[in-house]
C-alpha cells in the first residue's frame, strides 16, 4: 500500500464534514504532512458512535486512515486537546478560515508551515475575546496563505522594481503588483503606500492601514477564489444588516 493510503498518528483539524448514506460521513482535514485529504468515518452519524463528538472543527486532533482512491477510510480519531471552544465573532473568523482552506488548497498538497500557522491563528483566536488584534491576525493568516499556495504580495516594491514611497498611491493589480498613480489617475482600488509597507510588515496599528490592507485583502481573495462567494462572509454580512 502506498505512503498516503495507510497512515496512523496523523496531527490534523477538521475543517468540515457532511453527511454520507444513512450512518456515515465525508470528513474534510487539514493534515500537517498530507494537507486537505477527504476520509469516510463510517457509522459516526448513529447516536452512540465514540467518534462522532471528536469530528469538531479547530480542535487539534490525531487519525489514522487507510484505503485507495480519493476518498480513504477513517480508522480512528483522538483528541489533542488544549484549545477552548471558539464562540461569537471568533467562531464567524474560524469558519471563515476554514472556507479560504477547503476552496483554495488543493487536495493532497502538504503544508507544512500553514498547518502551524493555522493552529496558531486558532490559538489566537480563542485567547482574544475582545477583538482587538483579531483583524491583524485575519490580514497575516490570508497573507500567509497566498505565500504558501505560491501567490505572494508584492508589498515593497512597485511594479517597475522603484522602492514603496509612503505618501504615494497605487493600484494593486494580478499580474503585476502595486502600479503607481498619478494623484488624478482613478482606479478600481487605490491604496496608500503607507498601507502596502504596513501590510509586508504586518503593522496594523494605523486604522486607514487596517482598513485599506482589509479592502485589499478581499479583492484579493475573491480573485483566487475565482467567483465563490464565501457562506460565512454572507452570514456576516446579513447579521450586520440586522
Known sequence: MNLRGKVDGQPA???????????????????????????????ARRPRAAIR??????????????????????????????????????????????????HLLPREDAHEHLFERYGDMLARLAADPT??????????????LLQELGYGLTLNHDSEGQAI?????????????????????????????QTLLDLDAEDFSNPRSRS??????????AYYLAGVELETRKIFKELQEL
Open 165 to 193: 514611497v509612503p505618501d504615494a498611491f497605487y493600484s494593486y493589480r494580478m499580474e503585476q503588483g502595486p502600479v503607481r498613480m498619478a494623484h488624478d489617475e482613478a482606479a478600481a482600488q487605490i491604496v496608500c503606500g
Open 212 to 221: 485599506e490592507a482589509k479592502m485589499l485583502m478581499r479583492s484579493l481573495m
Open 53 to 102: 463528538g471528536l469530528l469538531m472543527a479547530f480542535q487539534p486532533i490525531e487519525v489514522a486512515w487507510a484505503g485507495k482512491g480519493e476518498v480513504l477510510t477513517l480508522m480512528k480519531a483522538e483528541w489533542q486537546g488544549g484549545l477552548p471552544l471558539l464562540a461569537g465573532e471568533a467562531l464567524f473568523c474560524g469558519y471563515y478560515l476554514n472556507e479560504l482552506l477547503m
Open 13 to 43: 483539524y477538521v475543517l468540515h464534514t457532511y453527511p454520507f448514506r444513512e450512518t456515515s460521513l465525508i470528513v474534510e482535514v487539514f493534515s500537517r504532512d498530507f494537507g486537505r485529504m477527504s476520509l469516510l468515518a463510517r457509522g
Open 131 to 144: 477583538g482587538k488584534v483579531r483583524e491583524a491576525n485575519l490580514r497575516s493568516f490570508e497573507k500567509a
